[in-house]
Each structure stands twice: as C-alpha cells, then as structure tokens.
C-alpha cells in the first residue's frame, strides 16, 4: 500500500509556471513507476506524464511534450511535475499515480492521490 498526497496547485496565468509535488508513504515509492494525470471538468481523466522507477525513462502526452517536465526523488518518496508555459487548457484537477508499468491508462495505476486543482487564466 502506498498513499499519495498532491501539493502545489493554484491559479496562474497563462505563460506562466507551477509546480506540483505528490509525497509518498507507507511503502516506498521507488517500488512504483510514478504518473500524473488530469481530469478538466465533464471530461476523462487523461495521461500527463509518467516516469519509471530509476527515472531512466519517461512517457509524455503529446499536449505537454516540451513545457512539462517530470522528476523523482526516491530519497524522499516525491514526484515532481514543473509545468511551464501553461495554457488555458491545461486547467484541470491533477492526479498522482502509483503503478508497476509506464502505461497512459488510468487502470494501469493502483494507487491514487486525492488531486489538485491547477487554473489557468488567459
């Protein structure tokens, strides 16, 4: 079992930047490929980001390829997600996830935090 808690969200305007951290505990989340996802209201919950264990491979959605970057620190049991250049469009709830592959599926995770709410104003 492993428990998430996400941290960081806000409103900000458009061009600007966030970070988001997600902290593990109970086991340890170097046992986990680590991801983000995101559900905009009326909408599915879509893929962000995710990143393997030893952070030696990372998967990107094509929506945030080149303005997002994903990180761990196995030390601490945290994910980080820095987002730059942010849109409108990137205002959703923000989810971290804690799986055993590099999936883009919400069933391909086991583990869920409770999200947090990121806005983008134009």
Known sequence: QVQLVESGGGLVQAGGSLRLSCAASGRTSRSYVMAWFRQAPGKEREFVVA???????????????GRFTISRDNAKNTVSLLM???????????????????????????????????????
């Open 51 to 65: 990143i393997s264990r030893n952070s030696g491979y990372t998967r990107y959605a094509d929506s945030v390829k």
């Open 84 to 122: 730059n250049s942010l849109k409108p469009e990137d205002t959703a709830v923000y989810y971290c996830a804690a799986g055993t592959s590099v999936g883009a599926t919400p069933p391909e995770y086991d583990y869920w935090g409770q999200g947090t709410q990121v806005t983008v104003s134009s």
